[in-house]
């Protein structure tokens, strides 16, 4: 099984977008259940509130299913719980290995860092572009994907 953490700022706009683009992937290709697949974020600002309104609207637009969701914290024991822990943008990298006091197995990257692109994802919260931000999460979650072996069926 493969364990995936999406990490953000606020875990209300990219990594809950993240985690339900890559839990849709995974079940249209009958694969659900070789996938374990959160989000988290790095900052206290935004813990228990449901995704933001953009994501929601993006997702629904794009026939995702978005299940429940509550946005929690990054913490130091995600770190065994996962095999990979996917920032958006440096920054989230930057603060996911303080929080996790380090990345001693290198599960710690960017998720476009998968693509032939590796860059930043744009935080919507300040550019308010859903659509760039679901278009760079798609690219990094197929690329993602391939990474693992699980070319599109």
């Not at 697949?37 to 299913?65: C, D, F, M, N, Y």
């Not at 197995?105 to 960017?110: A, I, M």
């Not at 690329?143 to 693992?148: D, P, V």
């Amino acid at each position: 099984m493969v364990r995936v953490l999406f990490v953000c700022h606020g875990n209300i706009c990219r990594s809950p977008m993240a985690e339900f683009v890559l839990k849709d992937m995974v079940q249209k290709r009958g694969l659900a259940g070789d996938f374990f697949i959160g989000s988290a974020a790095t900052s206290l600002e935004e813990i228990g509130s449901a995704p933001h309104p953009g994501t929601q609207r993006k997702l629904r637009a794009q026939g995702v299913p978005a299940g429940e969701h509550r946005a929690v914290r990054l913490t130091m024991a995600d770190y065994d719980r996962y095999d990979y822990l996917l920032g958006m943008d440096g920054r989230n990298v930057q603060n996911m290995r303080r929080i996790l006091g380090g990345d001693p197995q290198g599960k710690v990257r960017r998720l476009l860092d998968f693509t032939p692109r590796p860059r930043d994802i744009a935080d919507p919260w300040y550019t308010g572009d859903f659509d760039r931000t679901y278009l760079d999460i798609v690219e990094g979650c197929e690329a993602f994907l391939r990474h693992c072996g699980q070319e599109q069926a």
